[in-house]
């Protein structure tokens, strides 16, 4: 029977620098010769998760409040529903939104019995999140940066993410830590999703976005501009509540591509607030047609760069939803 994962805080005596990663020897060729320490360990476990994912993508911007993990959700909704393999490592730490906006507040994650920690799967994707984690929704968490680098080991290696074709990582706003280890471990991110709201300040962080991901030589698949207007209820003229065009404007300018434009859209809050994806439910819609649209242009980017890098291909998709 798999055993429910505790959440071990930093000031714990059960935390030690013993090595934690000593279960996953039943799945290392070199078992009997390894003499690796708990970092070397544990790196490895990471290189071996990710291994047996094709497409390792993050979704960042520098700013929070832009939609990252609305993004997140709905694209890889989008990407399951052509029957990909999807998974969501929800990164925000101190603010893991992921489960609230597929319904799975409160759930927890458990152990397997070979000792990873079993992803929640919900809408067929796999996900898991420091929420899973919590004993209660309004606790804090409050680390410093040595947790946190255990904590994102744990979720990118300690996880069984099994094979994927998709692991889509939701970063929290910045280019610190969170997402400077993140990149180091993965070692080769297939590409990054840049989310902006159109206005002026918004535009300004997510340039500093483009800027870390050329730094960290991440291909950016491009710029997505997330709250780009709306249509009025009532009589359905156009409201242009943080302009609109900017995103645009700002991925030409910094030489970077255009995902596309998404509305302001109230039924997308609503959703996600019941916890009912929005682009599980909706196709035809603008919002649900610029939604997969960009999951299908980064979809296609991850085929494009896997026929000019060796991807060692899964043969994707595995099975139809
Ligand atoms: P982030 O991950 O960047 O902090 P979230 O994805 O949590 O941002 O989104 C913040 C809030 O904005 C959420 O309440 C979400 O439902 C809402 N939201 C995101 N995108 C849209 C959109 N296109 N239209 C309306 N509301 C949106």
Redesign the pocket.
């Known amino acids: 029977m798999p055993t429910e994962l505790k959440i071990i805080q930093p000031s714990s005596p059960e935390r030690s620098d013993v090595c934690t990663y000593m279960w996953a020897c039943a799945i290392c060729d070199e078992m009997e010769t390894c003499q690796k320490d708990k970092e070397g360990h544990s790196r490895w476990l990471v290189a071996k998760r990710m291994e047996r994912i094709d497409y390792k993508i993050l979704v960042m911007?520098n700013k929070?409040?832009?939609?990252?993990?609305?993004?997140t959700t709905n694209l890889a909704i989008s990407l399951a529903l052509k029957g990909y393999e999807v998974g969501i490592c929800d990164m925000?730490i101190h603010?893991p939104?992921i489960p609230k906006m597929v319904g799975a507040e409160g759930q927890k994650l458990k152990i397997s019995t070979g000792g990873g920690i079993i992803p929640y799967q919900v809408y067929n994707l796999k996900i898991a999140s420091m929420s899973f984690l919590l004993q209660n929704s309004d606790d804090p968490i409050i680390w410093r940066d040595a947790y946190k680098y255990e904590f994102i080991n744990q979720l990118l290696g300690g996880v069984e993410w099994q094979d994927l074709n998709y692991l889509f990582v939701?970063l929290p706003?910045g280019t610190g830590n969170e997402s400077v280890t993140t990149i180091d471990l993965i070692g080769e991110v297939t590409g990054c999703v840049i989310?902006s709201t159109p206005q002026e300040v918004a535009l300004l962080d997510s340039r500093k976005s483009v800027t870390f991901a050329k730094d960290s030589e991440i291909p950016i698949i491009g710029i997505v501009e997330?709250?780009s207007g709306m249509e009025c209820p009532h009589c359905h003229q156009p409201i242009e509540v943080f302009r609109k065009g900017g995103g645009e404007a700002a991925a030409a300018d910094m030489g970077v591509p255009f995902l596309g434009r998404?509305?302001?859209?109230?039924d997308?809050?609503t959703q996600?607030?019941y916890g009912e994806p929005y682009a599980l439910f909706h196709s035809d819609l603008p919002?649900a047609e610029a939604i997969h649209s960009i999951a299908n242009k980064i979809d296609e980017f991850c085929k494009r760069r896997s026929s000019l890098v060796h991807v060692p291909s899964r043969k994707p998709p595995f099975k139809k939803a």
Not at 64 to 71: A, I
Not at 262 to 266: R, S
């Open positions: 911007s929070g409040g832009v939609g990252k993990s609305t993004m925000d603010g939104n939701d706003p989310v997330n709250m998404v509305p302001l859209d109230p997308l809050v996600s607030d919002t």
